[in-house]
């Protein structure tokens, strides 16, 4: 039995086969006076090889990645993988069952929860739990979102850097091989309490992707997903080998990008399509005034050349709203250094 706070499993994650549990967590409401908060989990362990822990519905309104793995859980069995896969399709299960980003139970975002605490509400335990007990069983981590109901992204893996450079050339390596149309790459985030960090400071390699968006299912942005998972479990060695991706292309969502964000409240026309290749003073968004027919409140150009790699779906907007996100484009051979 593996416990982390009121979080335990009785599921063996350790020995060959093929199985499936809960990680059940204890939680008094209305709803769970006499039940148990379920996150399911499955586990196949084939012959020696590395472990890939693959996590989806972090944000519960996110489906790409959950459908991926409940593919992958049909797809594979113990004889036909040199390794181990740990599933868990539905990280935070209330919020998946409540299509919302966030947990209904606690408003905990679990990609803002680790590496998690016993005292933290469902959310935060399922985090520990996954940072005590499945983190240090893994040689890989990939953890699947999409935009969610409130965005679309570029379909994309996500690379996080940080002070080593070992895990960072690892974890490039790896993003080349998951060939996504675009990598995002970012610093990691000391304090944010995201996944990303949790993994690299267990210096345990880590991928997260962001597949579609809008809170609804992308055939393509699934089988696109599907196609890089196979990619990455054929470079570790867990599978034969698969067709080779076209090179993904960097764009930088640090410093260098920048959030195009609504100044009045309106109703916004966008110039641009998602993916678009902008230049300095492209015209970005037109915002209308809602309840003035006939009078523009502003007008958005981009200040610098980019890819538009984020994009609001909502097009009614209040200040502090962000339109989309213009991220330049690094050349491959200069990720490391950016
Ligand atoms: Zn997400």
Known sequence: MLIFGSAR???DFDSPGKRTGMITLEHSDNQFAFSSVCVPVGVICGGPGPTVLLTAGSHGDEYEGQVILHHLMQMFEPENLSGRLILLPALNAPAVRDRS???PLDQGNMNRSFPGSAGAGPTGTIAG???????PRADVVVDFHSGGTATQYVDCCFLCLGSDAVLNQANLEMAKVFGAPFTMVCPINGTGGDFDTAAYHQQTRFLACELGGLGRFSKRSFEIGLQATLRLLAYL???ADQTDAQPTRFIDIGDRSVHVTARHHGLAQFHVRLGDVVTKGVHLATVYDLHNFGIIQDELYSDRDGIVAIKRRNPVVDPGDHLCLVAPEIPAG?????
């Not at 739990?129 to 983190?135: C, E, K, Q, S, Y």
């Not at 200069?334 to 950016?338: A, E, M, N, P, R």
């Open 9 to 11: 499993s009785s599921v």
């Open 101 to 103: 980003r966030v947990s």
């Open 129 to 135: 739990f996954v940072d005590a007990h499945l983190i």
């Open 237 to 239: 060695g867990l599978i």
């Open 334 to 338: 200069d990720v490391l250094g950016s």
